[in-house]
């Protein structure tokens, strides 16, 4: 056979086997609403910041522990359609770095420059297997993803209603990030998490795939058979308090373990007082 015929032979074969990307506009794909089975989640470290500052009144957040809590709190109800749970490892309360150098950007470039948001980020603190959440006061958008792990929110969010929609903008505006961070364009249809600007929540079975996907690669990520096999210190307390907010049949199980652990961590506090 004459090579061109061969060639021209290799592409309708490849054609063929290799399937088609979906087209989000002619087959649109389920919402997912189902939450999976426990032994499915991933967990996905969090670290929150929230940023203050003596300098800059549009930097300086004055969210509360109660509102952080409350705020993961809803947007794992949003994540875990997913089976995906965003596990708090630590909320940090730090004054934002750099702010000379901020101001510095802020007026070359005007406020519109997103980017130069992470010069706020403290440093020391960058230092982590897992995604970061900035919260600062106000700034031109509700959020942005800034890559490499980072998302600015705004506590003062403001988003339009939707039918169905979630009650408060801030977890959803960081739930929206967060599906940034995990790979995912925006999809406009006013009643999804991916829409710009609204409260819908909603994500579908593509994108849950491409979340999980996306999810397992990151560094830092871990399972719940990972997650179960750590049984001692510090880090087994917090790993079984995540396997403890993961809603399924191993959640009863994971109170009690991680309740254990937290009471013989504070026995053993006591003896050596
Ligand atoms: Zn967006």
Known sequence: MPLVRVGWLLVIVLASVTPLRADPDEAPSPDATEVPKYEEFLVIPLRVHVLTSKELPEVDCKLADEDISRVLGKVNGIWHKAGIHWGLESLRREPAAEEERFKLARDLSGPGNLGMFRILAPRESRRFDGLHVYYIHKFAVNGVWLGDGVCFVQETAKLRPVEGGIDEPLPRVSAHELGHGLGLPHRQNRTNLLASGTTGTILNATEVKIAREYAEKLKGTKSVAD???????????????????????????????????????????????
Do not use: F, N, T, V
């Not at 179960?228 to 109170?255: C, F, T």
């Open 227 to 273: 997650l179960r096999k750590s049984a001692e210190g510090d880090e087994a307390i917090l790993y079984w308090k995540w396997l403890a907010e993961i809603p399924g049949e191993g959640q009863d199980e994971a109170k009690k373990r991680h309740e254990e652990l937290q009471a013989k961590a504070a026995s053993s506090d006591k003896a050596e007082k």
